[in-house]
């Protein structure tokens, strides 16, 4: 395999993990298999969906090819089945996770610089491809986004972006570059999750409630 | 009429009766008279701006017709008189909304499938128009959206997109393939309604307790 | 400076202002230091993302022009430390949110206009510019966005679009248009502030409970 292969294999690998985490959120409230489906799906592409909108580089990626549909449909319908009878380790879901969102990251962060000059943009890209399917998860769950809370995730993303386009200013192959920001990625988040690392956390100064909910 | 001018008028009706299932929400929530035109709206035109958004098919459809506008505006706005008024049936209600899923979910897989070749992209944009909508309309309620707990209810936009784009490949005209699949959505969004058909619920295993929100 | 470049500094403004203001509702939600970027930058880029994003009308303004970009994310951050060490008045505040309004709306419906002829999408386009951000800000602290329940704000931002669109049939030009325009937001927004005006809340006749929640 050459190492583009090796870049959309973990893309629909990625794709599948997201698929997976979506449907798990569905079951948590009770939906129904049709729910347990559309979240999976929503959480697998809704990152890339995004990203291909704002960057309105034709129709998003899944309309082009439905591979990325299938792979994520089938990820969520398996997960509803499977969690009738198997028992799956959190911890081996959360590996699968970080893998997902390195890949997604660097993914992002090529597709953007391909067509942006902006090396701003292209982070923001590639951190919104890496981060926003699990955001609109949880948006459709009625809850506060997980890694609006919780420690280095979107970090990790951040610095995978950033990694990526420094290296391509180096002059790097489009793959190396993919393949270093994905490690990037992948060992900052690993990190995190085993030592817990996080970040501080806002907090007012006493009396300074912040907000715009009252009118005086 | 000829038919496509019944497909036109029902799409119209079908933004109407959106808007009032919009208004009607925002009501539950207490909003004021601005609030539930935004929220009647949202809900009469989302599913249609995603479609168009993600096919990339030039600006969405009310942009070039701005009747779609008017329409949904109105019908939010006499919702919010009308409730001061009148009594009105949730049977009712729900057999318009059933004609709205239907009509929506035929029109935006026609839309779909005259811009892309595959079949499984067309379906997805056709429940998409559909159920979108109604989606949106519950996050902005902070609610976990109801089609995804409820009974056979984009499992018939699915049917209805499915009875397209097979009607498609046997070679009848557009117009015929968009009636029968209004169709085929209506019989089975009523059925469903009326013998209170469901789908099975995610069920977790004991001790499986699914999610991500621990990091353990 | 000439009105063109008063315009763009407002412009600027109003994004920094928008970007306190989503740092501020992540502040309410205790979020790290990420989540409350992430909430800024969003608040205070998403109205004009959307309205890009339906007119088609290219990549995004901030793909193009990635200062946006950089006064979202730096306004965010010094938010979540000025918190630390201020006492940040809500008087100042909302007075910096009327006037991010304001100029978002005049924007907005100037972007439109050039593009589309119609008057009702221009219009609508200015109110979503003005208000999208802020809702999307409170759908993801998870909560029924504020402008939907609140006191004449996107109404306002309604009068200021309006008055652009007139303006502009009158033949004016386009600087003045957004000028009269920001002031006719900026007038009703105050005024609505300080006597605290507000508008109709729906309300059902007795025994008339809205909603498509059951089935019956």
Redesign the interface.
């Known amino acids: 395999m050459d190492p583009a292969q090796i870049i959309y294999v973990l893309d629909l690998f990625g794709v599948a993990v997201f698929g997976v985490?979506g449907?798990?959120?569905?079951?948590?409230?009770?939906?129904?298999?049709?729910?347990?489906i559309?979240?999976g799906m929503v959480t697998a592409l809704g990152g890339g969906?995004l990203r291909d909108?704002?960057?309105?580089a034709?129709?998003?990626f899944?309309?082009n090819n439905?591979v990325y549909?299938?792979v994520a449909g089938a990820a969520s319908t398996l997960t509803?089945i499977a969690?009738?009878?198997?028992?799956?380790s959190?911890?081996v879901?959360?590996i699968a996770?970080a893998i997902g969102l390195a890949v997604f990251t660097a993914i992002g962060t090529a597709k953007a610089i391909a067509?942006?000059d902006?090396q701003?943009?292209a982070i923001?890209m590639g951190i919104m491809t890496g981060v926003a399917g699990g955001?609109i998860r949880d948006?459709?769950?009625?809850?506060?986004?997980?890694?609006?809370?919780?420690?280095i995730?979107?970090?990790a993303a951040l610095c995978g972006a950033v990694t990526y386009v420094i290296l391509t200013r180096l002059g790097l192959t489009d793959i190396t570059c993919q393949m270093v920001s994905v490690f990037a990625t992948l060992c900052i988040r690993l990190a995190a999750?085993h030592w817990?690392f996080?970040?501080?956390?806002?907090?007012?100064?006493d009396?300074?409630?912040?907000?715009?909910?009252?009118?005086?």
Not at 83 to 88: G, Y
Not at 207 to 216: A, K, Y
């Open positions: 985490s449907s798990l959120a569905a079951g948590r409230k009770r939906m129904d298999i049709f729910g347990v559309v979240l969906t909108t704002f960057l309105d034709g129709p998003v899944w309309v439905p549909l299938l509803f969690v009738r009878i198997l028992r799956i959190n911890r879901l959360l996770d067509i942006t902006s701003s943009v923001i955001m948006v459709l769950s009625a809850e506060v986004p997980l890694i609006l809370r919780r420690e995730y979107a970090t999750m817990h996080s970040l501080p956390v806002f907090q007012a100064k009396g300074n409630e912040p907000g715009f909910s009252d009118e005086t």
